[in-house]
């Protein structure tokens, strides 16, 4: 099994900054994408950004530019650093982790509240 726990959500006016955090736990394999995704009222869940075991990111088009996501291996731990946020970044944020080599093994976190507002 294995447990994913998001942190750092919360309030911010636009053009602030926020970082979330997301602990793994559990049985981690070798080879793995882990990713932050977001859920708005209403709209379908969506990739924020995501990174390989190897180091390698990826990222929406909306976010390029002002997030940065990032991982500390000894510690488990995902990072999402949000910048010049946008009323439009108001979401769910949920961290996820899936391996590259198995097909059954994705994870979800329960989720973090951002909301973006003056």
């Known amino acids: 099994q294995v447990h994913l726990v998001e942190s750092g959500g919360g309030l911010v006016q636009p053009g602030g900054p926020l970082s979330l955090s997301c602990v793994v736990s559990?049985?981690?394999?070798?080879?793995?994408?882990m990713g932050w995704y977001r859920q708005a009222p209403g709209k379908e869940r969506e990739l924020v950004a995501t990174?390989?075991?190897?180091?390698?990111?990826n990222y929406a088009d909306s976010v390029k530019g002002r997030f940065t996501i990032s991982r500390d291996s000894a510690k488990n731990t995902v990072y999402l650093q949000m910048n010049s946020l946008k009323p439009e970044d108001t979401a769910v944020y949920y961290c996820?982790?899936?391996?590259?080599?198995?097909?059954?093994?994705?994870?979800w976190g329960q989720g973090t509240q951002v909301t973006v507002s003056s």
């Open positions: 990174i390989t075991s190897g180091g390698l990111t």
């Open positions: 996820n982790v899936r391996s590259i080599v198995i097909p059954n093994y994705v994870y």
């Open positions: 559990g049985n981690i394999v070798s080879h793995y994408v």
